[in-house]
């Protein structure tokens, strides 16, 4: 895949302001372009929502004839253009083996049929008789609603592992602490769980962050040689495990193999880590340089951080640095979207802070617009002072922003969502009768999922909210269930949560799916 120029979009008039182009390579049996098609937000009749739809151009007639029935969405009203609904589209097919992912992921390395996809309002729209390929920004799916859910155990994770991402095709990654105590970055996939750790990059462990619908998955692993700043910027020994010394790097992993992206300075910097990757190819997330910013290194205190790292943005493994705010040292980049946006936060040094993943204080929830542009979101009352700070977690297509704030006591942290909309948080409650809520994670319908914890941060509850309203996900469940929920950390367009559990003694950490009944 490859881009050429940059859009810019005029979100007040909604009109196309330049063209970017993609160039994408699909092995297909055939193909249909529709090549006058715009979008609108209008009632699907079969998602019982407003949701994206293509408003079709003429001489459509032999078009409705050769589409497949199913859960694809398509009516024509008594006045007005064919519609198509959007996320029945982007319903992902089932494949029973990881081996056929890959087979659809090499797709796109084979020449044999090369389009060039207009991502404005006036996208073309590629059919296929048997399905449906739309070459486009990633768009809301039919979600269902319903609960309670079906809960599956994706297994034992251990002290030092845990899930973080789930697809809207159901693939899901995360680590998993293995019987050598070193972390392994893995795959979840149709409730295997798929090694993806060696050769790796040449050290012992490796975490899996982000991953797309394409079987691409980043993260973060070490490499052979021993830090020389003696940093642990990936969090390996504040988890548990004593033995990783190594310098860490951000990774991309597709099809069997690991590479590592380059860090700042010309590739100079020690360490870095991939957050997360959009259906493009496009990887967030931080990479050191190679100026001190973190005068206060101290391991016996948990302060392992000397050199300073930013937000950065790969594409095509070219690395781009994103700016902090109010001059920070240190930020990381954690999310993006399909339009281009990211966020993350910035903020100063500090101990390694587990519900980050980073050595920082976190003092600015940052969203980068598409030209890089940053915004402060603001806070829910907290200062720079606050014992927790603030942070953004994630971002859906719509831009709208979830992470968690400090209260104006400077002690207790809600969840919030943002949203352009209104431009400023909005603040998530906890469960009713706890402290502190954080979320994670959002779908594009706004369910948004994490946790609702007590107030001395030790007892955590599984917690999603929809239409800002908070539920205890461990009540949504089989009653007999061999797990308690503590965390949802990611939510697809289908409905389906990843997130991590424990056994019912607390004694043992596991990852989890759950899939609302119906799906």
Same mark, same amino acid.
């Given at each position: 895949m490859k881009f050429a120029n940059a859009t810019k979009f005029n979100r007040k008039s909604g009109e196309a302001m330049a063209v970017r182009t993609t160039k994408i390579t699909i092995e297909t049996e055939g193909l249909l372009v529709i090549r006058q098609a715009r979008t609108v937000v209008t009632w699907c009749p079969g998602c019982q929502a407003e949701v994206d739809v293509v408003l079709l151009g003429e001489d459509t007639?032999?078009?409705?004839?050769?589409? $497949?029935?199913? $859960?694809? +969405?398509?009516?024509?009203?008594?006045?007005?253009? #064919?519609?198509?609904? %959007?996320?029945?589209?982007?319903?992902? +097919?089932?494949?029973?083996?990881?081996?056929?992912?890959?087979? &659809?992921?090499?797709?796109?390395?084979? !020449?044999?049929?090369?389009?060039?996809?207009?991502?404005?309002?006036?996208? +073309?729209?590629?059919?296929?008789?048997?399905?449906? #390929?739309?070459?486009?920004?990633?768009?809301?799916?039919?979600?269902?609603?319903?609960?309670?859910?079906?809960?599956?155990?994706?297994?034992?994770?251990? $002290?030092?592992? *845990?899930p973080n991402h789930i697809t809207n095709n159901d693939i899901s990654v995360g680590s998993v602490q293995g019987s050598d105590g070193s972390d392994h970055a893995v795959i979840y996939f149709n409730q295997q769980t798929i090694d993806i750790s060696k050769p790796g990059l040449g050290g012992a462990n490796s975490l899996a962050y982000g991953n797309n619908p394409w079987g691409e998955v980043v993260g973060g692993a070490n490499i052979a040689n021993v830090d020389p700043g003696k940093e642990d910027f990936c969090?390996?020994? /504040?988890?548990?495990?004593?033995?990783?010394?190594?310098s860490c790097r951000p990774f991309l992993w597709w099809d069997g193999q690991m590479i590592a992206l380059p860090t700042l300075d010309h590739n100079h910097g020690n360490n870095g880590v991939a957050a997360a990757i959009n259906d493009f190819g496009e990887v967030v997330g931080a990479a050191e340089n190679t100026t001190p910013g973190c005068p206060t290194q101290n391991p016996t205190a948990y302060l392992n951080q000397y050199y300073q790292y930013k937000p950065v943005l790969w594409r095509d493994h070219a690395i781009e640095e994103l700016p902090t705010v109010g001059g920070d040292p240190v930020g990381t980049a954690v999310a993006i979207n399909n339009h281009g946006e990211v966020v993350g936060m910035t903020g100063t040094c500090g101990p390694f802070n587990l519900g980050l993943g980073y050595y920082m204080n976190p003092l600015h929830a940052v969203l980068w617009e598409?030209?890089? =542009?940053?915004?402060? %979101?603001?806070?829910?009352? *907290?200062?720079?002072?606050? %014992?927790?700070?603030?942070?953004? =977690? @994630?971002?859906?297509? &719509?831009? +709208? #922003?979830?992470?968690?704030?400090?209260?104006? @006591?400077?002690?207790?942290?809600?969840?919030?969502?943002?949203?352009?909309?209104?431009? =400023?948080? =909005?603040?998530?409650?906890?469960?009713?009768?706890?402290?502190?809520?954080?979320?994670? /994670?959002?779908? @594009? !319908? @706004?369910?948004? #999922? *994490?946790?609702?914890?007590?107030?001395t941060f030790t007892a955590l509850t599984a917690t999603i909210w929809k239409n800002g309203v908070p539920t205890n996900l461990n009540t949504l469940i089989p009653a007999n269930s061999s797990l308690y929920l503590v965390f949802g950390c990611s939510i697809n367009s289908r409905g389906q949560i990843l997130g991590l559990a424990t056994n019912l003694a607390g004694t043992e950490y596991h990852a989890y799916e759950l899939i609302p009944v119906g799906e």
């Open positions: 007639a032999q078009l409705l004839n050769g589409l $497949p029935t199913g $859960p694809l +969405h398509i009516w024509s009203p008594p006045e007005g253009p #064919v519609r198509i609904c %959007l996320p029945s589209l982007m319903q992902p +097919h089932n494949p029973t083996t990881f081996n056929k992912l890959k087979s &659809r992921a090499n797709a796109r390395q084979q !020449r044999r049929r090369t389009m060039t996809v207009i991502d404005t309002v006036k996208k +073309h729209i590629v059919l296929k008789r048997a399905a449906v #390929v739309v070459a486009a920004l990633c768009w809301p799916l039919c979600a269902s609603a319903q609960a309670p859910y079906t809960l599956v155990d994706l297994g034992v994770v251990g $002290p030092a592992g *845990g969090g390996f020994q /504040a988890l548990g495990i004593a033995t990783a010394t190594a598409k030209d890089g =542009k940053p915004i402060d %979101l603001g806070s829910l009352g *907290g200062n720079e002072q606050s %014992l927790m700070g603030t942070a953004a =977690k @994630d971002l859906n297509s &719509r831009g +709208h #922003v979830v992470g968690f704030s400090s209260l104006s @006591d400077n002690v207790t942290i809600n969840a919030f969502l943002w949203t352009r909309e209104t431009g =400023k948080m =909005k603040a998530l409650a906890p469960i009713t009768g706890i402290a502190n809520s954080m979320a994670i /994670a959002l779908n @594009d !319908r @706004d369910e948004v #999922v *994490g946790s609702s914890i007590n107030s």
